[in-house]
C-alpha cells in the first residue's frame, strides 16, 4: 500500500519543516526588538534571511482529499510566517520611502514634531546661544531628526499588520492556486 504524503512538504534532503516555525517566532521577537525605534535596514537582511530559510525548509501545503481542515491550517500558517517576513523586510523602506508609503498627513505630523522637538532643545539649552550657536544648532538638527525618525518608526509599525496581512493573503491564494492546477498538470503529464 502505498504512504500518503503528508500535508506539509519538506526541504531539500528531507529536512524537518520545523526550521518555518523557529522562522516565525524568531521574526516575532525581532519585530518586536525592531520596533522600538526606528525600523533600521538590519530589519530588511532579517526579514529576507527568514524568507530564504522558510523557503529552504518549508514548502507550501499539499492539498490531501481527506485532510481539508489540515491543509488549511497548513496553508494559513505557511501564509502569516510568509506574510510576517515581508513585512520585517519592507519596513525600513516603508519609514523612509515616501512614494513606497505615502502617509502624507502622518508625515506631515513628524515633520512637525520635528519642529517641536528643536523648539523645545533651544528653550532647554538657551545658555549656548550666547557661546556656541553651532553647538544649539547641532543638537537642535539631532534631536529633531531623532524625533522624526521614531514617529516614522512607530506610524510603520502601525501599518506593518496591514501589509502581513496582505502579503499572506497573496501567498494563500498563489499558493492554493498553484496547488488546485497541480492535478490537472499531472493528469495532462500521465495521458
Not at 491550517?73 to 523602506?93: E, F, R, T, W
Not at 537642535?140 to 518608526?153: E, F, G, S
Amino acid at each position: 500500500m502505498a504512504e500518503k504524503a503528508p500535508s506539509v512538504g519538506t526541504g531539500a534532503h528531507n529536512a524537518s519543516a520545523q526550521p518555518g516555525f523557529v522562522g516565525v517566532a524568531l521574526a516575532a521577537v525581532l519585530t518586536f526588538a525592531l520596533a522600538q525605534g526606528s525600523w533600521q535596514w538590519f530589519a530588511t537582511y532579517i526579514g529576507v534571511t527568514l524568507l530564504v530559510v522558510i523557503f529552504s525548509f518549508y514548502r507550501p501545503p499539499v492539498r490531501m482529499s481527506d485532510s481539508r481542515s489540515s491543509y488549511a491550517q497548513n496553508l494559513l500558517a505557511y501564509s502569516l510566517v510568509v506574510g510576517l517576513c515581508v513585512a520585517i523586510m519592507l519596513a525600513p523602506m516603508l519609514q523612509r520611502w515616501a512614494w513606497f508609503f505615502p502617509m502624507t498627513g502622518t508625515r506631515n505630523q513628524c515633520r512637525e514634531l520635528g519642529k517641536y522637538e528643536s523648539l523645545r532643545v533651544e528653550a532647554s539649552l538657551t545658555n549656548l546661544t550666547h557661546r556656541d550657536g553651532a553647538a544649539l544648532a547641532y543638537a537642535q538638527d539631532i534631536h529633531r531628526h531623532d524625533a522624526v525618525a521614531d514617529c516614522l518608526a512607530s506610524t510603520t509599525t502601525l501599518w506593518l499588520p496591514v501589509y502581513a496581512a496582505g502579503a499572506a493573503l497573496l501567498v494563500g491564494l498563489g499558493a492554493w492556486s498553484f496547488d488546485r492546477t497541480r492535478p490537472r498538470r499531472e493528469t495532462a503529464v500521465g495521458t
